[in-house]
């Protein structure tokens, strides 16, 4: 394909937006707008990588550093839309919404008796804690929906140092929304205040680490009050136990017991199929270096840079243009650089491009019968006839 054809816009600098190099040298080529549409040149790099999902072998031969599991793929960037816990050790990955992880229960008390205690402005676990000169995992931490199907009041409890997830909460009891001042009044919860114990009209649902956390600070639902040493099923029973916290950076893998990391990624795959706009993305972010992109043959949309350099008594764009028809006819994929513009400009725009192979068509050479070939990845180009050059082109 001829380059005008494509009418490819280059630019020497990158998009204000860029966040990645990769992102950055894909507007730069041309392949995509800083707004992350598909240009004419990204559009054939996305019908290639189509074409080549059709092998069962096509992630392993893209060889991206993945991560992910039987169900979905993830590439890890920074500026990724989604989150996920991974264990850089045994490879577990899951959204960082349903992500497991290994908790660890509070030493084994006897139950103390329920007591209730003063604790003024103590409208926060932290504020609590503090008060109370105790640590965040001794409490008991609440938090009220009501559920979308039917109105039911759901009561959640989670020990203080965690964090629920809105996620597993759904799983386990359907759509929930935030529970309004009426709906927590009527159950006779006080917010900021608030505990299981003695509510009624509500669906009580607890983590499954309440029942092995003994003696828990609780609100009292009573406005400036808290109650000492709540106890699961001494105190009250929930008809949900299950898992419900957040897993979050630095905790323990429940498959291997080492730490968990939390990671920004964009997805790659799932089993409907391939996030093809993302495994270009994907591509760049590996396969490019100062100047631009360095596309390996695979999965690169052209397999050469065919380029000429104006001469002054022979026609190099005609002969550059027979050697473009000869390659086409020999299967070879070939962009044709047919501007007519300085050699600097071309060499530069064929690097920001990264086919695998620049073919450089010179008056000097041509008069001896060779041409200049250059893979992307090399420093060095050397001289080939012309016609040992598909065959060097095919080695």
Do not use: W
């Amino acid at each position: 394909m001829k380059y005008r054809d494509l009418q490819i816009q280059t630019q020497r600098e990158p998009p204000n937006n860029a966040r990645t190099e990769g992102f950055a040298f894909l507007v730069r080529a041309g392949y995509i707008t800083r707004e992350s549409e598909s240009l004419p040149l990204g559009k054939l790099a996305l019908v290639r990588l189509r074409d080549l999902s059709n092998d069962p072998h096509f992630m392993a031969r893209l060889s991206l550093p993945a991560i992910g599991t039987e169900d979905e793929i993830y590439f890890p960037i920074s500026p990724g839309s989604l989150q996920v816990i991974h264990c850089p050790a045994c490879g577990y990955t899951a959204s960082k919404e349903l992500a497991q992880f290994r908790k660890t229960p509070l030493s084994p008390e006897a139950p103390l008796p329920i007591e209730k205690v003063s604790t003024p402005a103590c409208n926060t676990i932290e504020s609590l804690a503090s008060f109370l000169n105790i640590p965040t995992e001794k409490t008991a931490k609440a938090l009220m929906y009501t559920r979308v199907s039917d109105n039911q009041f759901v009561f959640v409890v989670v020990r203080g140092d965690m964090n629920i997830s809105d996620a597993k909460l759904r799983n386990s009891v359907g759509e929930v929304r935030l529970a309004s001042a009426e709906e927590i009044v009527c159950s006779g919860a006080v917010p900021g205040y608030a505990s299981p114990v003695g509510l009624k009209n509500a669906l009580i649902t607890v983590d499954d680490l309440i029942p092995q956390s003994p003696n828990l600070v609780a609100g009292a639902n009573e406005a400036g009050y808290h109650l000492m040493n709540t106890n699961y099923a001494r105190d009250y029973l929930a008809e949900y136990v299950t898992d419900l916290a957040q897993a979050e950076e630095g905790e323990t893998c429940n498959k291997c017991g080492n730490s968990l990391q939390v990671q920004s990624v964009i997805k790659l795959a799932t089993r409907r199929g391939f996030e093809f706009d993302n495994l270009l993305l994907a591509l760049a972010e590996i396969h490019h270096d100062e100047k631009g992109l360095t596309l390996p043959k695979s999965i690169a949309p052209f397999d050469v840079y065919l380029l000429h350099i104006a001469g002054k008594e022979l026609d190099t764009r005609a002969k550059a243009e027979g050697i473009y028809n000869s390659l086409l006819g020999a299967g070879i994929s070939v962009l044709f650089d047919d501007r007519d513009e300085r050699a600097g400009v071309k060499f530069n725009d064929a690097d920001l491009v990264g086919c695998p192979l620049r073919i450089t068509v010179g008056e000097k050479n041509l008069k001896e019968g060779m041409v200049e070939l250059k893979p992307r990845k090399e420093k060095e180009s050397r001289i080939v006839p012309l016609d040992k050059l598909i065959e060097e082109i095919r080695t």
